[in-house]
């Protein structure tokens, strides 16, 4: 049997100029998909109007195209379907799994202090549920005053609606067994924030057809959460493939600030990048400025 044509993505925010890591996890998933004779999508996660700018914008594509990549159009820009979030929203609130809370940062960070035993995931310390048991009266009232507040999914209330065990099929990692509850009530949405990358994310893939989903082992705690999203939006969940974090010679991962491997600045210096590409190698590896990989 013919293999199923893989369709990928590769989804920035441009908040900064794209490094070295983003291009190793950008032309894998661009590989991946072409070995298939899938499709390679590109997409700007870019929901936070805030932070996110046109000139890094226009810098990424730039670099995409300098590496040889190609990608379908239009380009989804996550800015312009706020409405294809609030209609998930609304599902999910149909469904009984989210709730409003009032928590300020501080507050919650404080919450957390005053408790040694408070529970811990993979991304640190969780939301200890404050807002959780608010009744429906006092929700109502906080809101009608104007009080700002944040969306939260009720991972016990949204695991009580699914049926089975949950897992996903990782390329890298196997059969993997989904723990929403490893990372709390996680935030959906803010009111300046339509959406959280967790549900914009899972929203877009399902609507773009992604079937395998291609990105950097640092997101696969939120893999967990994203699992839980989609068999309650009732969405066919895709394939993933977490794979190993390109690390410099101290061992650690490239950032945004990390100036001097950013794909311009690599371009500047008259980097090959037929050159370039052949040592973004599938699997962990270290790049370092002499060209050792």
Same mark, same amino acid.
Request: charged letters at 25%.
């Given at each position: ?5 893989? /369709?990928?993505? =590769? ?11 983003? *291009? ?70 149909? *469904? ?58 009720? /991972?016990?209330?949204?695991? *009580?609606? !699914? ?38 994310? !899972? ?6 057809? !992604? ?8 997101? =696969? ?47 500047? *210096? ?24």
């Amino acid at each position: 049997m013919a293999e199923t044509p893989i /369709v990928t993505r =590769f989804a920035p925010s441009p908040t900064g100029l794209l490094h070295i890591g983003h *291009a190793y996890s950008a032309c894998l998933g661009y590989e991946t998909a072409k070995a298939s004779g899938g499709r390679f999508l590109l997409r700007f996660e870019d929901i936070d109007t805030t932070r996110c700018r046109p000139e890094f914008e226009s810098a990424i594509l730039e670099d995409l195209a300098w590496l040889g990549l190609s990608w379908e159009t239009p380009v989804r820009r996550q800015s312009e379907h706020f409405d294809d979030y609030r209609a998930a929203l609304d599902r999910l609130d149909e *469904a009984g799994v989210l709730y409003p809370c009032f928590c300020t940062r501080a507050e919650i960070a404080a919450e957390i202090a005053r408790s040694p035993s408070a529970p811990h995931g993979p991304e640190g310390p969780l939301y200890p549920g404050t807002c959780r048991s608010l009744s429906p009266e006092e929700r109502r009232a906080r809101i009608e005053v104007g009080e700002p507040y944040a969306l939260r999914l009720d /991972v016990s209330a949204a695991m *009580a609606r !699914v049926s089975g065990t949950l897992s996903w099929q990782d390329r890298h990692a196997g059969k993997v067994i989904a723990q929403p509850e490893s990372l709390g009530d996680v935030v959906l949405a803010r009111r300046d924030v339509p959406a959280s990358y967790h549900l914009a994310s !899972v929203v877009d893939d399902h609507l773009q057809g !992604v079937n395998l989903i291609v990105r950097g082992e640092d997101l =696969f705690p939120a893999t967990h959460v994203h699992i839980l999203l989609q068999a309650l939006l009732g969405y066919e969940p895709p394939a993933y493939y977490h794979h190993g974090l390109l690390l410099d010679a101290d061992g650690k991962r490239f950032a945004k600030r990390d100036k001097s491997v950013t794909l311009a600045s690599l371009r500047a *210096a008259g980097v090959d990048p037929e050159a370039l590409v052949k040592r973004l190698k599938p699997g962990r590896m270290t790049w370092t400025t002499s060209g050792e990989a």
